[in-house]
């Protein structure tokens, strides 16, 4: 089946430690993205990837990583330099020519 | 700035009643897109309509309406017939046109329970 997968479904770290979300689409969708969902609020936007090799900032980036080698993957990595990492994160995707993005299932980061 | 504005928090309703769910936005770009996802328990964002600035006919899909005024920069979605499957949170979300998700404005979401 076609769509965005996200892994683990839940994850727990301690502090201080790295930790890396996987997200691969298979829709061969160009641009990719990562969101935070914080309880009872909306999404906003940590990283984004038109291409492979290139991605930007969004509007929550510190304490955040990614990398796109591959047209199908964009990890995620939460440092230990961000200060409140418990959420729900959320992987989408968009074909490069329209506007409609397409979510995965989400993570759950709990830091305990 | 883009702003998009979900005053219901949460809203409950008896199955079987219709149910609005309210949207207003602010943006000073010309063309845009405004869009309405459906999040339920398991918490995947379900993409469920996207409407050009530039059509404002409404739009009707089975149970589900959307009324598209950009007099007053309201998209408001009407369930109609509610069932306890459409018990979710739904987000109202603008984005320029052009620019796909780098630019994408979510509200806070209306949380919608369908009780039996």
């Known amino acids: 089946d076609g769509g965005i997968t996200q892994s683990p479904k839940y994850l727990f770290r301690k502090e201080g430690q790295n930790v890396t979300l996987s997200c691969e689409q298979n829709l061969n969708h160009d641009a990719m993205y990562w969101y935070r969902q914080d309880p009872g609020q909306g999404l906003r936007l940590i990283y984004y990837?038109?291409?492979?090799?290139?991605?930007q900032k969004g509007d929550i980036a510190e304490g955040y990583s990614v990398s796109r080698e591959k047209k199908e993957s964009f990890p995620l990595t939460v440092t230990s330099a961000q200060k409140n990492p418990t959420a729900f994160y959320l992987c989408?995707?968009?074909?490069?020519?329209?506007?409609?993005?397409?979510f995965g299932e989400g993570s759950w980061l709990t830091v305990v | 700035a883009q702003k998009v504005t979900q005053a219901q928090t949460e809203i409950s309703v008896v199955e079987k009643e219709d149910v609005t769910l309210d949207c207003v936005y602010e943006?000073?770009?010309?063309?845009?897109?405004l869009f309405w996802y459906k999040q339920p328990p398991s918490g995947e964002l379900v993409f469920l309509i996207r409407?050009?600035?530039?059509?404002?006919q409404n739009e009707i899909s089975g149970r589900y309406s959307w009324n598209f005024q950009k007099s007053t920069s309201s998209f408001n979605f009407t369930i109609t017939a509610s069932q306890v499957v459409d018990s979710a949170v739904y987000f109202c979300a603008l984005s320029p046109e052009g620019t796909s998700g780098s630019r994408l404005t979510f509200g806070e979401g209306t949380q919608l329970t369908v009780n039996p």
């Open positions: 990837s038109q291409i492979v090799n290139d991605f």
């Open positions: 943006t000073r770009d010309t063309t845009y897109y």
């Open positions: 409407r050009n600035s530039f059509d404002e």
């Open positions: 989408a995707s968009s074909p490069r020519s329209r506007n409609t993005i397409y």
